[in-house]
């Protein structure tokens, strides 16, 4: 039985660079619906060389963004980092079912824990959902990498850092 794969191609609107490697990457939504801590497979169209993120944005944004860590190495993050507006990428899903329980969104205190930009999935959800009961521990080398921390609330939001000591806590997660 062959499954259906729903590919679709959607317009650069931005990319947003966080620091030298890493970067935001925005797109209209389109009416792409899935849910906070879900994850698309991305490619630039015509590439064939598709990788999987997870969503940024929030449920509810009227765009659709994905933070990437460029590996200078790798084939796909280079060639990521220098799309431009008007371009157009091909994202497949929404896959996956990381995320919070609808029953316990509201009855139940949330630890996320993450390095890196592994904090985009709980940023998918804390902009979803802003009166969560949560408090996120994200763990980085320096102050520069704690992508997206002034969308959550400074007092929950616990900053570790490995190499500088700029953030809330001198070490790793």
């Known amino acids: 039985m062959d499954l259906m794969i729903d590919t679709r191609y959607f317009t650069v609107q931005s990319v947003t660079n966080l620091t030298d490697h890493t970067f935001i990457v925005?797109?209209?939504?389109?009416?792409?619906?899935?849910?906070a801590g879900q994850h698309i497979?991305?490619?630039?169209?015509?590439d064939h060389n598709l990788r999987e993120y997870s969503v940024y944005s929030g449920e509810n944004d009227s765009y659709l963004e994905v933070l990437v860590k460029e590996v200078k190495t790798g084939y796909f993050t280079p060639r990521l980092k220098r799309v431009r507006t008007g371009q157009l990428l091909e994202i497949n899903g929404p896959y996956g079912k990381f995320g919070i329980s609808k029953e316990k969104e509201d009855t139940h205190k949330h630890i996320f824990i993450a390095s890196g930009t592994g904090i985009a999935p709980f940023h998918s959800m804390v902009r979803t959902k802003p009166q969560l009961n949560y408090h996120v521990i994200h763990g980085v080398k320096s102050a520069s990498e704690g992508y997206g921390r002034e969308s959550f609330d400074p007092t929950r939001y616990t900053l570790c850092t490995s190499r500088d000591g700029s953030g809330s806590y001198a070490g790793r997660v």
């Open 26 to 35: 925005r797109v209209p939504r389109r009416g792409l619906q899935f849910r």
């Open 41 to 46: 497979s991305l490619g630039i169209k015509g």
